[in-house]
T-cell receptor
């Protein structure tokens, strides 16, 4: 099955850019997602990218997809304290009906 | 407002009791899901349902049961057979054919006392 890996922790200074990385194993993944989870809450869909795209930008968020290396990243520009949360990467392999989630990256924004 | 509503937000259960977590969606989504989240871990799929009156086991279905009698409702029962039920439970739904983009409810905390 699909494996999705993320680093567990990331700390950045307020105003800096954050880059959260994710690797996956199934090259047939067709849709790749980024979710945000604030403490005690559900997951909020931030953005997603189709596998035929290399980059997608949405305001402060930039998603980069390197299909050769099976690497997905989420860049948050001008990171704010309100961006502190857990960020989950998720992939949908072509043959699957459900998403496979990474273990999440805890982003801490320092003042 | 459209969305996914989970209830209760917090639930305490005595050992040996069954409890049912409610999940209702008014997004007209065909598919619904239940995930379990343990501290510091990712999401693990318990059960999912693609259409009414049909559901499939996920990766950790043992000790859980579900029903899908209505499109908008997908309740999860945590039975006494679940050995370690204390966790955060997330319900989600998606529309078939839209990349299976999944939307989540706000979650329910279950604690065994």
């Amino acid at each position: 099955g699909e494996d999705v890996e993320q680093s567990l922790f990331l700390s950045v200074r307020e105003g800096d850019s954050s880059v959260i990385n994710c690797t996956y194993t199934d090259s047939s993944s067709t849709y790749l997602y980024w979710y945000k989870q604030e403490p005690g809450a559900g997951l909020q869909l931030l953005t997603y990218i189709f596998s035929n795209m290399d980059m997608k930008q949405d305001q402060r968020l930039t998603v980069l997809l390197n299909k050769k290396d099976k690497h997905l990243s989420l860049r948050i520009a001008d990171t704010q304290t309100g961006d502190s949360a857990i960020y989950f990467c998720a992939c949908k392999p072509g043959s699957a009906r459900q998403l496979t989630f990474g273990s999440g990256t805890q982003l801490t924004v320092l003042p | 407002d459209g969305g996914i509503t989970q209830s209760p937000k917090y639930l305490f259960r005595k050992e040996g009791q069954n409890v049912t977590l409610s999940c209702e969606q008014n997004l007209n989504h065909d598919a619904m899901y239940w995930y379990r989240q343990d501290p510091g871990q990712g999401l693990r799929l318990i059960y999912y349902s693609q259409i009414v009156n049909d559901f499939q086991k996920g990766d950790i279905a043992e000790g859980y049961s579900v029903s899908r009698e209505k499109k908008e409702s997908f309740p999860l029962t945590v039975t006494s057979a679940q050995k370690n039920p204390t966790a955060f439970y997330l319900c989600a739904s998606s529309q078939q054919g839209a990349g299976n983009t999944i939307y989540f409810g706000e979650g329910s905390w279950l604690t065994v006392v």
